[in-house]
């Protein structure tokens, strides 16, 4: 490779640092000067940011300082990163390089949180680099003057790729390139990522997608993976639940882990278990050792603090969730410690690589099941990550919901062309598969709501000229737009502020006062009545109650929180892993690579009753305690399985068997009756293969989504995203009571009058994926067919056990609310009665 | 109307309802959100917020148009049960002042034909405090029948005897009940016999919970109770064991 590609500035500086040009360096300033658009796949410590941004600095370089007013005065670079914090932080780091080697570079980032006057002065003069977020783009391509400022742009360098591209996000920011490409027709963009299962993926993400029929792809540059990681599963002298995801179990061992190492990274899947695990090290902890907690709904200025904390070098340990999944290259941590399973092999993969960014020597981790199902998943897991496997979910496809969005802010910026727009989408690879029809529709709802009842034309918000070409129908609209952009809905979120305590008997309202200690997740909140006490920021605090859009609480002194936060993982484990724990079960002689506990838990099993083929889905019966009991396992993960679930009661209750209720879990499903499963599944009542035949994802499916909170959730998302319902409407805020409609109320009416609305049809894509996995449950029913084992026994399995042990602490399902409220009643009835 | 078919009117097999007293009068709670006084004929339905969409669409707010529609059939439905001598709208009827001018022709033409053959009286409201155009119906700002009176806004005075037979709506009461760690809400009827509310007719409206402060100005604390509107039935329920939002 010819090193003579960097400038001597360049080279020297380097030689002055001790380091030598890295070849994946030099193959992207190669890529970038010949006009291709490159995909840069390194695993964490490889130097990828400087990779990604030595091209634009050599040749912003190469053009000198510019002169005031002269043409081309646009931004040069464009650097996009999903987390404000890491825009922040590579701005700083950046900034060393570029002083050291006295470029003449100016390089700014542009945030949710940079005040208005310099994002003012941002867009009159703008910087050769400006770092930012997705969410920023869409703004700036709203307004009128992006042709301008985006005309001489030269090059867009997407950082985290593989994160952003999983999300809507990812779906507003492809839209963005897109339009960015029509600015800029000689734009070139720089992807950078962590190894991913379909490299091509994101190849076709980053480029301009012209032909319908083929697909284009962006040149490729691969790091080799460094060292192999050293992965462990914790094998503690401790029983290992049965159910569960608390861990509580292993924190004398984590803590000796801890002390063990110099400084150490604690991942969990849920803020909820980040709590957990946070005070009950804080219980163990006689060394005083400094121990910090990091999730995505804790204080802004919280979370700075422990970064800041972790980059000095002054914690021991950090418990985090996701939020701290990606980005900032911490020098010293020598182990991460994965609590729970993994859930997906890649997920993983990205998670190790946090631990020692030194790319030539080993990372270190260690995996701590909290169940027995779990310690099959992390063995699957180990299994996959010396194999090198990855299980990164495909590409999505493009969010309709975000497409609606995204067509108001081109209109407000300038009069929009339809045909010339809908080719423009086309060309990027998520919206690739959109048809014209389903074109017309969104950008029939931007304007007037895309109702079938043609009443809102007068009140449209886009309208159709006579040159053809939609404008805004008034400028307030475009100032509705950018006041609720790219917030894009993850969860209807709550602040939780700090009040005092109204327990001792103060009539007196809750008080305004006292700071915010995070969010939360409205529908965990909106379970709760005053005096219920749970977990958050680390400590035991006590519910007082909801005003406005907050969540008030007070100190309490109680150790014990009364509500178990939802423990339950997130997100499901992955098919890949899933098929690895389906293998695993199926073969005993693998099992000597297992605990002691949990292989006799499955010689039991196996002895007791049968064990689950690899293929096919194992159904247990039993009674227990005046119900019959039928667990089966269909390891697809729990959203698929609540679904599946659902349904199953559905059928069971027209053929007669009066269930109850129903659990479920990452691995299996277990619905109770009245009726005797056992014997109506032998005798062929009930036929087992009708019962799991894939029509039930017809009528059935259709029935239960009308009652499904689930959906009405995903309902709102679509419903805030797309711009239907505004979150801040200049002159509708008022203060006291908050001027919304509630979502719900919309989806009842919708469904019930317009049931093929394009707002159902962007919910059901995301349910369909997303939330309810219907196409994973799906593809398990095709699977099972003809392969259902049943098995009648008299009384519960070891296999089962877990699940069983679910009731209680998950949520249950199966009973109509009509008659949830009718026994309520009547239990006061009763009371009065006796 | 001949005094024969008042008569017959009077004794015409009526849907079931919850029945109840206020202030010594026999009224019924029907599922359907609507009151029933069956020794006057009268049906009394509160907050139709007719044209809330299109009130919505003016500000640019695209909320699905058919809540007028879905109002009116639902209105028509119980109309059509009863046969009701006299119809009272108690205030809201319309989502603002100029919601009666925006009623699409086909809507004004089957609200007209709701009115036919009995008496229609439009109580006003805060959102529309004029009397509605272009239909037919007596409006007033509040109306005593007897031991009843009808208005809109409750007076905001608790156990006086001023208050005593108000039926009213305005507050759009709802209810929640929590049972196996799961909670359900629903609009409904709140009262302490003496005076009542009713829960909101219209299909996009939505509901004050009955713990909020607003209602302390109305009832005692904890001294009332709320029927909950169920599938087709009502659901009791006492203030203590309610919980709020």
Redesign the interface.
């Known amino acids: 490779m010819d090193v003579q590609l960097l400038p001597n500035k360049f080279s020297s500086w380097f030689a002055s640092r001790g380091w030598a040009p890295r070849p994946h360096q030099l193959q992207l300033i190669d890529h970038l000067s010949q006009g291709h658009s490159t995909l840069l796949i390194a695993p964490t410590g490889a130097g990828k940011t400087l990779a990604g941004f030595l091209p634009s600095l050599v040749e912003l370089e190469a053009r000198g300082k510019r002169k005031p007013g002269a043409a081309g005065n646009g931004i040069h670079t464009l650097y996009i990163s999903p987390l404000k914090a890491l825009a922040v932080d590579i701005a700083r780091n950046l900034e060393t390089p570029v002083d050291e080697m006295g470029l003449a570079v100016r390089l700014e980032t542009r945030t949710g949180d940079t005040p208005s006057h310099k994002r003012q002065r941002q867009k009159l003069n703008p910087p050769d680099i400006l770092l930012t977020t997705p969410e920023q783009i869409a703004l700036l391509l709203s307004d009128p003057a992006s042709a301008r400022l985006f005309a001489s742009l030269k090059t867009v360098i997407l950082d985290e790729l593989h994160a952003l591209v999983t999300s809507k996000r990812g779906d507003l920011l492809a839209l963005g390139l897109a339009r960015l490409r029509r600015l800029a027709p000689n734009l070139r963009t720089i992807g950078l990522s962590a190894t991913v299962a379909e490299p091509d993926d994101l190849r076709a993400y980053l480029v301009e997608q012209p032909d319908p029929e083929h697909r284009a792809l962006s040149h490729m540059v691969q790091v080799a993976g460094g060292a192999q990681p050293d992965i462990s599963i914790l094998d503690s002298e401790e029983r290992v639940p049965w159910s569960g995801h608390s861990s509580r179990y292993a924190i004398a061992d984590i803590y000796r882990l801890i002390k063990a190492h110099n400084v150490s990274l604690l991942f969990v899947n849920t803020r909820s278990q980040a709590e957990m695990v946070f005070q009950e090290l804080w219980r163990i902890n006689e060394d005083t050792l400094p121990i910090a907690l990091h999730h995505g709904s804790l204080d802004v200025g919280q979370r700075r603090k422990v970064e800041a904390a972790m980059a000095s070098g002054v914690l021991k340990a950090v418990v985090a969730t996701s939020s701290l999944d990606m980005g900032l290259d911490w020098g010293d941590i020598d182990l991460v410690i994965n609590i729970g399973a993994p859930k997906g092999a890649s997920r993983l993969a990205q998670r190790i690589g946090r631990a020692n960014h030194r790319m030539d020597e080993p990372s270190r981790a260690v995996l701590i099941p909290s169940n027995r199902f779990e310690v099959l998943e992390c063995q699957a897991a180990l299994a996959a990550s010396k194999r090198g496997d990855q299980d990164t979910p495909p590409l999505r496809k493009g969010a309709l919901d975000v497409l609606a969005q995204h067509l108001l802010g081109l209109a407000c910026a300038d009069p929009l062309d339809a045909l010339a727009t809908f080719d423009e989408i086309r060309s990027s690879e998520t919206y690739r598969h959109l048809d014209w029809e389903t074109f017309e529709r969104v950008l029939d709802f931007a304007a007037?709501?895309g109702?079938a009842?043609k009443?809102?034309d007068q009140?449209a918000?886009l309208r159709k000229g006579k040159d053809g070409l939609w404008r805004i129908s008034h400028p307030?609209?475009a100032q509705?737009y950018r006041l609720n952009v790219g917030t894009i809905v993850e969860a209807p979120m709550l602040k939780v502020r700090l009040v005092r305590s109204r327990a001792a008997g103060r009539r007196a309202?809750v008080g305004r006062g006292g700071r915010v200690l995070g969010e939360m997740e409205e529908y965990f909140l909106?379970?709760m009545?005053?005096g219920d006490t749970f977990l958050f920021g680390g400590e035991v605090v006590r519910f007082e109650?909801?005003r406005e859009n907050e969540a008030y609480v007070s100190r309490t002194t109680s150790d014990n929180p009364m509500i178990p936060s939802y423990m339950g993982g997130k997100f499901p484990l992955s098919t890949y892993l899933a098929e690895g724990v389906r293998t695993m079960l199926a073969t005993p002689e693998s099992w000597k690579e297992l605990p002691g506990q949990v292989r006799d838990w499955l010689e039991i099993q196996q002895e007791k009753s049968v064990l689950p083929a690899k293929d096919g889905l194992l159904v247990e019966t039993f009674p227990r305690a005046n119900k019959h009991y039928m667990v089966c396992y269909p390891f697809e993960g729990r959203l698929a399985h609540q679904t599946l679930g659902m349904l199953l009661t559905k059928r069971l209750e027209r053929l007669g068997a009066r269930p109850l209720g129903f659990v479920a879990n990452d691995y299996a499903l277990s619905v109770w009756a009245l009726g005797d499963l056992s014997q109506l599944f032998s005798s062929g009542r009930i036929p087992l293969d009708g019962l799991f035949e894939e029509d039930i994802l017809g009528d059935d499916l259709d029935a239960w989504l009308a009652e499904s909170s689930l959906l009405k959730r995903t309902f709102r998302s679509c419903a805030v995203i797309a711009g239907?319902?505004?979150r801040r409407?200049p002159?509708?805020e008022k203060s006291g009571r908050q001027v919304t409609?509630?979502s719900d109320?919309?989806y009842d009416?919708?469904r019930?009058?317009?049931p093929d609305?394009i707002l159902l049809q962007a919910t059901w894509n995301d349910a369909a994926e997303g939330l309810l996995d219907i196409s994973r449950l799906g593809e398990l029913l095709a699977r099972i067919r003809g392969r259902i084992t049943h098995t009648g026994l008299p009384h519960v399995s070891p296999l089962a056990v877990p699940i069983l042990l679910e009731i209680g602490k998950e949520?249950?399902y199966g009973?109509a609310?009509?008659t949830?409220?009718?026994?309520?009643?009547e239990e006061?009835l009763m009371e009065a009665m006796e | 109307m001949t005094a024969l078919t008042s008569h017959l009117r009077k004794y015409a097999a009526a849907p079931v309802c919850h029945d109840i007293q206020i202030n010594g009068q026999l009224v019924g709670l029907h599922d359907s959100g609507v009151l029933w006084w069956p020794e006057e004929s009268i049906l009394i339905v509160a907050d139709l917020h007719l044209e809330k969409?299109?009130s919505?669409?003016?500000?640019?707010?695209?909320?699905?148009?058919?809540?007028t529609?879905?109002t009116l059939e639902k209105l028509a439905g119980v109309i059509d049960a009863f046969d009701p001598a006299c119809v009272i709208c108690l205030g809201d009827s319309f989502h603002d002042a100029n919601g009666s001018d925006r009623l699409?022709a086909a809507y004004r033409a089957m609200l007209t034909t709701l009115q036919l053959g009995r008496e229609w009286i439009w109580v006003t409201g805060n959102h529309d405090p004029v009397a509605p155009v272009r239909l037919c119906g007596v409006t007033v700002k509040e109306i005593t029948i007897g031991p009843l009176t009808f208005r809109h806004e409750p007076i905001e005075k608790v156990g006086a005897t001023a208050t005593a037979g108000e039926v009213c709506g305005h507050l759009h009461p709802a209810a929640r009940?929590?049972?196996?760690?799961?909670?359900?809400r629903?609009a409904c009827f709140v009262t302490d016999g003496t005076r009542l509310v009713l829960p909101a007719f219209g299909?996009?409206?939505?509901g004050l919970n009955v713990t909020d402060?607003a209602y302390s100005l109305i009832f005692r604390r904890r001294h009332f109770s709320v029927f909950?509107l169920?599938?087709d039935r009502l659901?009791?329920?006492?203030a203590s064991?309610l919980?709020?939002?």
């Open positions: 007037t709501g109702y009842l009443s809102y009140y918000k307030k609209i509705q309202p909106e379970q009545s005053p109650g909801i239907l319902i505004e409407h002159g509708l409609v509630s109320l919309i009416v919708l019930a009058h317009e609305h949520p249950v009973e609310m009509d949830l409220l009718a026994d309520a009643a006061l | 969409g299109s919505y669409a003016r500000r640019g707010v695209f909320l699905p148009p058919y809540d529609g879905a699409p009940v929590r049972r196996f760690g799961r909670s359900i629903r299909a996009l409206t939505g402060e909950m169920g599938n659901f009791p329920f006492t064991r919980v709020g939002d």
